[in-house]
Structures are given as C-alpha cells and as structure tokens.
C-alpha cells in the first residue's frame, strides 16, 4: 500500500514523516518525496483509527495525507515542476510540458487543464512563482551575479528574468537585493 503525502519538498521532510511512522510503529518499505510505501503488511488500508492518527500528526508539520486519484496527481505535478526547476540546467533544450509528460501517463492538456481547474493558476504560472521564489533564494544570499542567476535558471537573458520578477513581485530583481528581507520569500511547498 502506498500513502501520498502532500508538502513533502526536501530530506528533513522525510525525515519528519519518517519520525512520525516511528511513532505509529509503523515501518515502511520506504519513503520518497510525497510517497511512503507500507508494502503489503498493512493489507490494501490503513485501520481508519490509525489513517485519522496519522493525519493528524503529520498535519501538524504542516503536510497533508492525499486521498483522491486527482490531489495525488496535482502533486505529483507539483513536484516534478520544482524538480524540474532545480535541475534546469540538465534539461536546457527540455520544455516543461514535455518534462512533465515523459513523467506521468497523460496528455499535457489533460494535466493542464487538472492543475488549472483544481489550483485556479496554470501549470506554466505556477512554475514561474517557483522561479522567482528561487530567484529571490539566490538575490538574498548575495553569492551569484543576476546574469549568473539568470543562466542557472534558464532565463533567455537578464532582462527575461527581471521583466518576469517585476511582474511576479513588483520590484526589480535590484531593488529586491536592496532590501535584505527574506520575509519577502515564500516557501516553495506554499505556492
């Protein structure tokens, strides 16, 4: 059996999920991204006592346990698209949408039109609010020029990157690197 798990972005996140099945005694197979896998030993359910337990718990760190077929795809979508953002420069001649359906079994218009209808944005917006929150990452930490920047992201050019961040943020990329507040930043599990 295998449970879905919504927000799970990093390894500290499976590392509280893990912690959490501890807890439960449960012991699971193994635990990706968004994904525990309890094996067979639990049968084709968890007890609805224990499924409410652990819902509890893990909503308490701030992830949410996915019953339907359609919240398990957005997030999977989810999570390709920052996936698919963290290792830009792998995939430079890959589009999104082609990224995203050698990655899931339907057809982009079908994934689009899910996404849209479910989260009230599209697929290619949510994936440039992930952008600027990563671009606004790298201006706070002050270690990469805004060229630099733009390359490691996949920006055509400086100017595509701060056209696109002025529209997202109304500041200029300069103006944000000004003002030293990462309270500015959102996380990327909250877009």
């Known amino acids: 059996m295998k449970l879905y798990i919504k927000n799970m972005v990093c390894e500290r996140c499976i590392i509280v999920v893990t912690h959490v099945l501890k807890e439960l005694n449960l012991k699971p197979l193994s635990i990706v991204l968004g994904e525990i896998d309890l094996g067979e030993s639990y049968g084709e359910k968890l007890e ?48 999104l949408s082609s990224y995203l359906t050698s990655k899931l079994p339907h057809e982009y218009n079908h994934l689009s039109q899910l996404f849209s209808s479910v989260e009230g944005i599209t697929i290619e917006h949510y994936f440039i609010h992930q952008r600027v929150e990563k671009v606004k990452e790298l201006l706070v930490y002050d ?49």
């Not at 893990?58 to 949410?64: A, K, L, P, T, V």
């Not at 002025?166 to 996380?187: C, E, I, M, N, Y």
Request: aromatic share 8%; net charge positive; glycine share 4%.
């Open 48 to 95: 609805p006592e224990l499924q409410a337990t652990l819902q509890e718990k893990i909503e308490s760190y701030g992830f949410e346990l996915l019953n339907s077929k359609k919240t398990q795809l957005i997030d999977k979508i989810k999570k390709l698209c920052l996936e698919f953002l963290l290792n830009k420069n792998d995939l430079e001649q890959v589009k």
């Open 143 to 191: 270690e990469m020029s805004l060229a630099e920047v733009a390359y490691q992201l996949g920006y055509s050019s400086v100017a595509h990157l701060s056209g696109q961040f002025k529209k997202v943020t109304g500041l200029t990329p300069s103006h944000f690197r000004s003002l030293k507040d990462a309270r500015k930043r959102q996380a990327l599990d909250k877009l």
